[in-house]
């Protein structure tokens, strides 16, 4: 079945530094990658999606690459703010299959002055 | 907008109530509609999801018995959990979806049971 493995835990980081966050999926068919963001005692919200290979699509300053060669869609920024922290997800939906949603288990981002 | 509501906000029932929680989309055309939970770790558990022309797909460990759906259209949609234990306790998240496979959430029911 599908599956969403990204960097686990938490991240810690100071203000300024850059930031990767790390997404892989398997899947068997054609894959759409999410990213959301959930902010304290916030719902998670969409911050960047994508279904086209070897494009950047950016969003708030955060940017992310679908790569199919390597199932990956890891998030970047370059300058992290404190207003960052918050929880991360990937997420995969695909265009065959059930249309089941799979989120990958969340990467907490703290960010110090 | 795309916007997605629920309520209640937050809940409290004693162990062994039950209780009902809702979802609606707004300002789109949701082609499927998915309750999660997210548990006090944080992570994502899909409870059931419902799409256009089909119907409601439980995922294993959830049960149509224990959390029955409703749905009358695809902007509206109606969760209840059956008589609920301490481990039903958690975030209740609707994600309502496009046809551009984006996927919007609600603010989500705190559930806490005593």
């Known amino acids: 079945g599908d599956s969403v493995t990204q960097t686990e835990g938490l991240v810690t980081l100071t203000k300024g530094l850059p930031v990767m966050l790390n997404c892989t999926y398997q899947t068997t068919y054609s894959p759409f990658l999410f990213w959301y963001v959930q902010h304290l005692n916030e719902a998670p919200k969409l911050l960047l999606k994508s279904s086209t290979d070897n494009k950047r699509t950016e969003h708030q300053g955060f940017y992310a690459t679908l790569h199919k060669s390597s199932s990956s869609f890891h998030l970047q920024k370059s300058s992290v703010q404190l207003s960052d922290s918050a929880l991360y997800f990937c997420?995969?939906?695909?265009?065959?299959?059930?249309?089941?949603?799979?989120f990958g288990k969340g990467t907490s981002l703290v960010v110090h002055p | 907008g795309a916007l997605v509501y629920q309520y209640p906000r937050r809940t409290i029932c004693k162990s062994g109530t039950s209780m009902r929680m809702e979802c609606q989309a707004v300002g789109f055309q949701a082609t499927s509609v998915a309750w999660y939970r997210q548990s006090p770790q944080k992570t994502f558990e899909l409870i059931a999801l419902?799409?256009?022309?089909?119907?409601?797909?439980?995922e294993q460990n959830f049960t149509q018995e224990k959390f029955p759906i409703s749905h009358p259209n695809l902007s509206f949609s109606s969760m209840t959990v059956l008589n609920a234990y301490l481990e039903d306790r958690g975030l209740y998240l609707c994600?309502?979806?496009?046809?551009?496979?984006?996927?919007?959430f609600g603010p989500g029911t705190r559930l806490t049971v005593l």
């Open positions: 997420a995969l939906r695909t265009s065959g299959g059930n249309y089941k949603p799979t």
């Open positions: 419902s799409t256009v022309n089909s119907a409601i797909k439980y």
């Open positions: 994600g309502a979806r496009t046809d551009f496979y984006e996927q919007y």
